[in-house]
T-cell receptor, first 113, second 115 residues
């Protein structure tokens, strides 16, 4: 079942600009995670935000979580060509003893030099 | 180096010919999982394992088998592959199978084509 829905599906910006991607989900969660995937390669974990957190930073990444709206956003500041990739949100449904992650379909980000 | 490895990376096979995709992790992780990735459908979980000898179905288990005889290995078996199993497959592992969900570490992927 697809829980996370990313928006937009594709985003193209100039190098140096900020990129914002959004994720909406349907059920209560333990945490929400963001992953990056370079074309055809394995996903790489970027950041995890717990349900009791509202904002988290990691380098040029800033993630917010609004559990009342069941939504999250990923902001990449001062984008670089190397940030070109697909970005996925993954939700951990609130279920006892589960490690299940439900992935959205991703946002394809292109950084133009 | 901590990693998840998959073999083979690319495989072209014919309908009905049994195949196994291996997955191994060297991080002593309890949890392991298989996903398939298809255009427009994102990542979908096939099977997962909370620990040795403990496996369970994910969202799309039909046509697949798994086993977890050792902590580090989690092979994916296609007994009779069909063209609709053509996909990009990922193995992933996670430190704990407890109540808190941790980040997952992904392998490089196996691109399977069934003709």
């Amino acid at each position: 079942s697809q829980q996370g829905e990313e928006d937009p599906q594709a985003l193209s910006i100039q190098e140096g600009e900020n990129a914002t991607m959004n994720c909406s989900y349907k059920t209560s969660i333990n945490n929400l995670q963001w992953y990056r995937q370079n074309s055809g390669r394995g996903l790489v974990h970027l950041i995890l935000i717990r349900s009791n957190e509202r904002e988290k930073h990691s380098g040029r990444l800033r993630v917010t979580l609004d559990t009342s709206k069941k939504s999250s956003s990923l902001l990449i500041t001062a984008s670089r060509a190397a940030d070109t990739a697909s970005y996925f949100c993954a939700t951990a449904p609130m279920r006892q003893g589960a490690q299940k992650l439900v992935f959205g379909q991703g946002t394809r980000l292109t950084i133009n030099p | 180096e901590a990693q998840v490895t998959q073999n083979p990376r690319y495989l072209i096979t014919v309908t009905g010919k049994k195949l196994t995709v291996t997955c191994s992790q060297n991080m002593n992780h309890e949890y392991m999982s298989w996903y398939r990735q298809d255009p427009g459908l994102g990542l979908r979980q096939i099977y997962y394992s909370m620990n040795v000898e403990v496996t369970d179905k994910g969202d799309v288990p039909e046509g697949y088998k798994v086993s977890r005889k050792e902590k580090r290995n989690f092979p994916l078996i296609l007994e009779s592959p069909s063209p609709n199993q053509t996909s990009l497959y990922f193995c992933a592992s996670s430190p704990s199978a407890g109540t808190e969900t941790y980040e997952q570490y992904f392998g490089p992927g196996t691109r399977l084509t069934v003709t």
